[in-house]
């Protein structure tokens, strides 16, 4: 997959956020790649792991930002972070029950992350900056 955090869609400005986000794709890069090549599950899981833990950091991340911000749509954004860490989670679950993950799992996650940070990230990272240059 492209490297896509470099790109200027995806950066917002807001240096702790930009590298969290490059952590993901990265993350999700290196999923591609295990898959495509036929690592061993074992090393997907780990994988997997690592996209929980580091979502739920970076979401709690932009969540304190918002909050901190008085961001007024910020439940509604916190709800879409919930969606993406279940998706995460489901997969983990499915796992345990000898699920393969393929690059359609990655296709998804990717396709997520996209939007989000080009659409839900735009807007309160705007009212953050306007915020802070009032």
């Known amino acids: 997959m492209p490297s896509l955090h470099c ?5 917002t400005g807001l240096d702790l956020i930009d590298a ?3 952590e993901l794709f990265e993350a ?3 999923l591609s790649e295990d898959i495509a090549s036929g690592a061993p599950q074992a090393r997907v899981d780990g994988w997997l792991a690592f996209l929980a833990q580091h979502t739920i950091r970076h979401c709690h991340t932009e969540e304190s930002l918002m909050k ?3 961001f007024p749509d ?4 916190a709800n879409l972070h919930l969606e993406l860490i279940l998706q995460i989670r489901e997969l983990q679950y499915e ?3 000898g699920r393969e993950v393929g690059p359609d799992v990655v296709a998804c996650l990717w396709g997520w992350l996209d939007h989000h940070i080009r659409e839900a990230d735009r807007v309160y990272v705007r009212h953050i900056t306007g915020s802070r240059n009032s």
């Not at 790109?7 to 950066?11: C, D, N």
């Open 7 to 11: 790109r200027s869609p995806f950066v």
């Open 20 to 22: 969290q986000h490059k």
């Open 28 to 30: 999700l890069g290196s």
């Open 68 to 70: 901190d911000a008085g």
């Open 74 to 77: 910020r439940i509604a954004h």
């Open 95 to 97: 796992r345990t029950k």
